[in-house]
C-alpha cells in the first residue's frame, strides 16, 4: 500500500499582485465614501483612512455613482449615515448576536445593499434601546452617537436654569 504524499499549499499574502489587488479594492471602496475626512467625527480614528495610509496609496482613480446616501437623526441617541457606511457588517452583529435586538440588518442587494431597518423605516421610530454598541464598532463613522455638548453649554450659561450633574 503505498500512500500519496501532497505538499502543503504556500500562499503568498504579500505578492505584489496581492498588494496591487489590495489597492484596487480600497480604492473601489474609497469610490463610494465622501470625501469629507476632516469635517468627520472619526477624523484620524478610522480604520479606511489608516488603511490608506497602510497601502501607501496616493491618488483615487475610480469615480462613479454614489451607491447610498440615506442620512438618519430621527434616534434621540444615534445618527446615521450610510453614504460612510463600507458594509463590514459589524454593526449588524453587534446588535443581532450580542445585543439580542436584531433592528439593523443588511437589506436590498449588490449595488443597492444599505445597513437599515425593517421596511427602511427611520431609527427613532423601531424598538432601538439607544445602547449605542453599533457606534462603538462602527470602524467609518456611519453611525455616530448624538452630541450635545452645545445644549449643555447653553443650559449652563442659562442663570433662569438650575443645572444638575450627575455620574
Known amino acids: 500500500c503505498m500512500a500519496e504524499v501532497r505538499e502543503g499549499m504556500k ?6 499582485r496581492v498588494r ?8 473601489l471602496i474609497h469610490s463610494d465614501h465622501p470625501k469629507d475626512c ?9 480604520e479606511l483612512q ?3 495610509e497602510m497601502i501607501q496609496l496616493d491618488y483615487h482613480e475610480f469615480v462613479g455613482e454614489i451607491s447610498k446616501n440615506i442620512s438618519d437623526r430621527s434616534n434621540p441617541s444615534i445618527i446615521r449615515d450610510n453614504a460612510k457606511c463600507v458594509l463590514c457588517r459589524r454593526c449588524v452583529t453587534v446588535c443581532n448576536e450580542i445585543q439580542g ?14 445597513v437599515g431597518t425593517t421596511a427602511d423605516l427611520p431609527l427613532g421610530e423601531i424598538s432601538c434601546t439607544y445602547c449605542g454598541q ?7 463613522g456611519a453611525l455616530n452617537e448624538k452630541d450635545a455638548i452645545r ?3 447653553k443650559a449652563l450659561s442659562d442663570k433662569s436654569k438650575r443645572v444638575v450633574i450627575q455620574t
Open 134 to 140: 453599533c457606534t462603538v464598532v462602527c470602524p467609518v
Open 101 to 114: 435586538l436584531g433592528i439593523i440588518n443588511i437589506q436590498n442587494r449588490g449595488f443597492k445593499s444599505v
Open 11 to 16: 500562499i503568498d499574502t504579500n505578492s505584489l
Open 50 to 52: 489608516q488603511l490608506e
Open 20 to 27: 496591487n489587488a489590495r489597492k484596487n479594492i480600497y480604492k
Open 151 to 153: 445644549d449643555v453649554w
Open 38 to 46: 476632516l469635517k468627520c467625527v472619526r477624523n484620524q480614528r478610522c
